[in-house]
């Protein structure tokens, strides 16, 4: 079996005036944390668009599981097993946490089955350890636990990879520590995550691999474990 979970090939990404991405190549591992770090204009953000469907590559390819994929939008991306969480939450506060969950993909037909939604996300909930009240407006849920929510919104889709965009850029000191043990958990039931973070501190501490951009281009890579801090620094500025 292929050890790469996701393969991206010469990624190139070309806007009017602009080349974002320039032959970027990208080998993920299955069940593995993997780093995605680099200055503001780096790339980043563009790679994971390409990943999550937003942008389409100008060129190169990308390989899921082996097999080559083509994405059209970022529910599309889900489908095929690559949710992305961003910065931003995309949760509607006036919804419940089941709601948010299963937007769009209500169980029951002709009618919907409210007992099977509940059910189903309070199970997704409890596989991450938690138990909250799943017909509660995420409105009214702590940054943490909307976080989480996401993350079972991820696990609705058997999402194979995850990407965690700053995923600790809200959470408190005593939140972060509450999260950690969620991504190990992860790993360790096989879902790759791909963790989009300017903590160097954070990377040491929870990541396997590390990946560094800069100016559109894939500069160096290592196991966290071989390199240092001034390394990692060294090649995000050059």
């Known amino acids: 079996m292929n050890d ?4 991206m090939n010469g990624i190139t990404k070309v806007f009017p005036g602009v080349v974002a991405l320039d032959d970027v190549t990208l080998k993920v591992k299955r069940g593995v944390i993997h780093a995605l770090i680099g200055e503001n204009g780096a790339g980043k953000s563009t790679l994971m668009k390409v ?8 060129s190169g390819s990308l390989i899921l599981e082996g097999k080559e994929l083509e994405l059209h939008g970022v529910r599309d991306a889900q489908e095929k097993g690559i ?3 961003f910065q931003e939450f995309n949760l509607i506060n006036s919804l419940s946490v089941a709601e948010n969950i299963f ?3 209500y169980l029951g037909k002709g009618h919907i089955d409210w007992k099977k939604i509940n059910a189903n996300a309070k199970k997704l909930i409890e596989s991450l350890g938690f138990n909250f009240d799943v017909t509660k407006p995420v409105g009214r849920l702590s940054t943490a636990e909307k976080q989480l929510v996401e993350i079972a919104k991820a ?4 999402a194979k990879i995850i990407v965690m965009d700053e995923p600790t850029s809200s959470l408190t000191k005593n939140e972060i520590e509450i999260f950690f043990p969620i991504i190990k958990k ?3 039931d096989g879902i790759t995550i791909i963790y989009i973070s300017h903590k160097l501190d954070e990377i040491f501490q929870i990541c396997d691999m590390v990946s560094v951009l800069r100016d559109g281009k894939l500069v160096g890579e290592s196991f966290v474990k071989d390199t240092s801090r001034e390394k990692i620094i060294e090649m995000m500025v050059g």
């Open 186 to 188: 992860l790993k360790e």
């Open 155 to 158: 696990l609705s889709y058997q």
């Open 51 to 58: 990943l999550n469907g937003v942008y389409t590559q100008t």
């Open 103 to 105: 937007l769009g993909r």
């Open 83 to 85: 949710s992305t969480i």
């Open 4 to 7: 790469y979970v996701l393969e």
